[in-house]
Antibody, heavy 123, light 106 residues
Framework: QVQLQQSGAELVKPGSSVKMSCKASGYTFTSYYIYWIKQRPGQGLEWIGRIGPGSGDTNYNEKFKGKATFTVDKSSSTAYMQLSSLTPEDTAVYYC????????????????WGQGTLVTVSS | EIVLTQSPTTIAASPGEKVTITCRASSSVSYMYWYQQKSGASPKLWIYDTSKLASGVPNRFSGSGSGTSYSLTINTMETEDAATYYCQQWSSTPLTFGSGTKLEIK
């Protein structure tokens, strides 16, 4: 069965960076995009961007360019997101999600979700 | 950016009642997707390609729509359906979500 296992909660200081992971299992990692989505406490969902694990191709929401950086390690089927120059507005749960259909140009929607990583930015 | 406007924001329904949640897009989209999120949990895919039920979703749920108007309908509300539902589009980047509809049990 498809699983996305995310790393644990982080408490970080303003101005610092954090890197979180999303380990995939139960499918061919390189065949589906991985997406990252932000949810602030009590708020809605916001798309950060996506990465194609096979190609390394990335697409970012303009709002998160310079804030988020995606990478993958194909050998461990793990996707990573680094967030930099953190502020209290970055306090949120961050989800990774897998696309619905394999390959590009098949639509960007989220068939499977990780459990989320809570990032708290506080001094 | 395509803005998705969900209505109502909150709704309370009694068991057995029919419920409809609407998602209106600021520009035409090809498909709509719906996610269910319960408190403290990750969202789950609920409806994809406008009208296809995700695996395990009860058939009292249905999705429909086209262009700028889409809806999620529960034929007969059950207590387990209480959750927040989000719509989402990918026709235009950035991908966007509606602000959510909180469905409560009356």
């Amino acid at each position: 069965q498809v699983q996305l296992q995310q790393s644990g909660a982080e408490l970080v200081k303003p101005g610092s960076s954090v890197k979180m992971s999303c380990k995939a299992s139960g499918y061919t990692f390189t065949s589906y995009y991985i997406y990252w989505i932000k949810q602030r406490p009590g708020q809605g969902l916001e798309w950060i961007g996506r990465i194609g694990p096979g190609s390394g191709d990335t697409n970012y929401n303009e709002k998160f360019k310079g804030k988020a950086t995606f990478t993958v390690d194909k050998s461990s089927s793990t996707a990573y997101m680094q967030l930099s120059s953190l502020t209290p507005e970055d306090t949120a749960v961050y989800y990774c999600a897998r696309g619905g259909y394999p390959g590009p140009n098949r639509g960007d929607w989220f068939a499977y979700w990780g459990q989320g990583t809570l990032v708290t930015v506080s001094s | 950016e395509i803005v998705l406007t969900q209505s109502p924001t909150t709704i309370a329904a009694s068991p057995g009642e029919k419920v409809t949640i609407t998602c209106r897009a600021s520009s035409s989209v090809s498909y709509m997707y719906w996610y269910q999120q319960k408190s403290g949990a990750s969202p789950k895919l609920w409806i994809y390609d406008t009208s296809k039920l995700a695996s395990g979703v009860p058939n009292r749920f249905s999705g429909s729509g086209s262009g700028t108007s889409y809806s999620l309908t529960i034929n007969t509300m059950e207590t387990e359906d209480a959750a927040t539902y989000y719509c989402q589009q990918w026709s235009s980047t950035p991908l966007t979500f509606g602000s959510g509809t909180k469905l409560e049990i009356k």
